[in-house]
């Protein structure tokens, strides 16, 4: 999970300052210190540490902080505020062209996953923005690299332009923005060529197309995973191509965070997207003050929501409702919620989501078992269509067979039975509740 051990430490920090009812100088100066030290060990980078450390202790020792009601509080909106502002501010919204279509030229060296990137974007603005984007082979030095951007276009059914390993990159380029007008695509995404270090005819290619399509974006794609060497490589391609964002891959990895925490402050560029993720559909829109509430273990509800609404079926969602309330909710219908909530994502990052899920007992440490669902479906799929809608009728040789078809043992199969039966029971005290008690429009979570 991203900026697990940084959030782990600030959490801790923020916790013994925020009920305290007066802080004082000293308070302040021994937790700047602890969050310094968790910022230099989550690689962030020196000067940006330093700068950051000392705005955080000028405005916590500040009238704001020191003669309010909730000083422990304020101070903990104020390491909020900075973190935010220091991974941006506010989300930065990808640009449209006036006239289309919108150019956008991927950049970054090799390894970093820009080829995948260039396919997820893509994806992204067709499902999210509702556009047409045509995805652009310009790396002709790697056959791989068209292959993969081909492959991807098949898996997307999108289009891909490319004119094979002997065309001159900016000839690509501006045939294929020629191709977009007449098809009507509007957007045109550049896969141009990478290396395994910035180099000067690296450089001098980018900066060739760049003249010559005049791009609307240059996105950088850099790897969250290789902490300070990533604000390196950004700021060596910003001085030289003025990119226009940042997208960080493996956000979801075992990173520590530096480089999302630094390459804001050291390229003043902003970090448009992040990949969370190595399915096409895992790439997110980065929003600072979302992902700082995120480390400080205050939730992203508004995150969690979009997931929901992206992957959750609206209609059925009201059904299933209805369903649960009139104490009719089957099998299938628990089987159908499983599976919407596992395309949300992994279980780990939808709880981590959750505002306070950080200081729920015993969940902090709980692993969630991908696998201990795969086993609950093996189950009900063993069970006839008539058993799905009406378990009631199960007795020990039923409980055997399921079991042996599911590769499962009978004491699992009745404890899933068990949980079945209290989760409806559960559900029909809550739908008989006096209508204030209930939450407005609830929704039942698969449990």
Do not use: C, W
């Not at 080829?115 to 791989?144: E, F, H, I, Q, S």
């Not at 390196?232 to 965070?257: I, Y």
């Not at 499962?408 to 949980?419: D, G």
Request: glycine letters at 8%; aromatic letters at 4%; charged letters at 30%.
């Amino acid at each position: 999970m991203a900026f697990e051990g940084l959030a782990d430490r600030l959490q801790g920090t923020i916790q013994r300052i925020k009920g305290k009812g007066k802080v004082t100088e000293q308070d302040v100066k021994e937790m700047t210190r602890e969050v310094r030290l968790a910022l230099l060990e989550a690689d962030v980078n020196f000067k940006v540490v330093k700068d950051f450390v000392k705005r955080i202790r000028e405005r916590a020792i500040g009238q704001e902080v020191m003669e309010s009601l909730t000083p422990g509080q304020q101070v903990i909106k104020v390491v909020r505020d900075e973190l935010t502002e220091l991974m941006g501010g506010e989300q930065s919204k990808i640009a449209v062209a006036d006239r289309p279509p919108t150019v956008i030229m991927m950049v970054g060296l090799q390894g970093a996953g820009k080829t995948t990137t260039t396919g997820k974007l893509a994806n992204l603005l067709r499902k999210k923005y509702n556009r047409n984007p045509m995805l652009v082979a310009a790396d002709v030095y790697r056959p791989a690299a068209i292959n993969q951007l081909e492959t991807l276009g098949k898996q997307l059914n999108m289009p891909v332009f490319s004119l094979g390993t002997e065309a001159n990159p900016v000839d690509i380029a501006n045939q294929a923005i020629e191709k977009a007008k007449e098809d009507h695509q509007d957007y045109v995404i550049i896969d141009t060529a990478g290396r395994l270090h910035v180099d000067n005819d690296l450089m001098d290619e980018l900066q060739q197309i760049k003249a010559n399509v005049q791009p609307d974006e240059i996105f950088l794609v850099v790897d969250a995973m290789t902490g300070q060497d990533a604000v390196n490589v950004a700021e060596s391609f910003n001085e030289q191509l003025e990119v226009s964002g940042v997208v960080l891959t493996k956000l979801d990895g075992d990173t520590r965070g530096g480089a999302a925490l630094s390459i804001k402050a050291v390229t003043d560029k902003p970090i448009k997207f992040a990949g969370m993720g190595e399915k096409l559909d895992e790439l997110e829109a980065f929003h600072p003050e979302r992902m700082a509430s995120r480390i400080l273990g205050m939730g992203d509800v508004l995150s969690l929501i979009e997931k929901a609404q992206d992957t959750v079926d609206e209609n059925k969602a009201k059904e299933l409702e209805e369903k649960m309330r009139s104490a009719t909710f089957t099998f299938d219908d628990f089987l159908e919620q499983m599976g919407q909530v596992r395309n949300m994502g992994p279980l780990e990052d939808i709880i981590g989501m959750l505002p306070g899920a950080n200081k729920m007992k015993g969940l902090k440490n709980v692993q969630f078992d991908e696998k201990q669902l795969s086993h609950v479906e093996a189950i009900i799929q063993s069970m006839t269509k008539q058993e799905r809608q009406d378990p009631s009728i199960m007795n020990a040789s039923r409980k055997k067979r399921i079991a042996k078809g599911s590769g499962r043992n009978v004491s699992e199969v009745n404890r899933l039975l068990k949980q079945f039966e209290e989760m409806k029971k559960m559900m029909k005290q809550m739908s008989n509740m006096p209508k204030g008690k209930k939450g407005k429009g609830m929704k039942f979570p698969f449990m």
